[in-house]
């Protein structure tokens, strides 16, 4: 029974073969539901690499986008985030409160608030620089796979975008 078992293999390794109409209606023939379980399963991988630095994934890619660019405004990094305000301010709390980001309003735009890293924030930057290598190492991918993934994957988004926004002026 063993043997049998390890013999068939999983819906996520098998190639598929042609589909028909009724087969695409299968779950795992769903992109949405690849990529739905891809980042599950991403973030779960994140969780024991990020616990030592006291960080919620969503965390930490805020801190990722002030460790490229300090001094962002919430809307720009809401931007890069994909985040709405509402899910942001309560994140950027959070960060204020451990001491690793300062939110001030813009002198010459008080509507504007902007976020930039303390010095507790700029110094854990150097204690995450090994989680991408890692993550990697766990998925079982070379960096160079990770960043051909990565990049055909914000080519999808990109596409994504322009179809929703085709569909949004028609």
């Known amino acids: 029974m063993v043997a049998a078992a390890s013999a068939v293999k999983s819906p996520s390794r098998r190639r598929a073969p042609a589909a028909t ?11 949405c539901f690849a990529l739905y379980s891809a980042s599950l399963a991403m973030t779960k991988l994140y969780k ?7 960080l919620t994934y969503p965390q930490y890619l805020a801190l990722l986008v002030l460790w490229e660019r300090d001094r962002v405004s919430v809307g720009e990094l809401g931007e890069r985030l994909f985040l709405d305000s509402g899910t942001l301010t309560p994140l950027l709390k959070r960060l204020e409160a451990a001491g690793l980001v300062q939110r001030t309003r813009d002198p010459d735009d008080e509507r504007r608030v902007v976020v930039s890293l303390s010095p ?15 993550l990697a190492q766990a998925a079982r991918c070379s960096l160079d796979e990770v960043a051909a ?3 055909r994957l914000q080519r999808l988004r990109a596409q994504l975008q322009d179809s929703q926004a085709a569909q949004a002026s028609h």
């Open 21 to 31: 109409a009724t087969d695409w209606q299968q779950l795992d023939r769903q992109l």
């Open 48 to 54: 024991p690499l990020l616990d030592p630095l006291g």
């Open 120 to 134: 507790a924030g700029r110094a854990l930057q150097k204690r995450a620089r090994d989680i991408p290598p890692k």
């Open 149 to 151: 993934l990565t990049e």
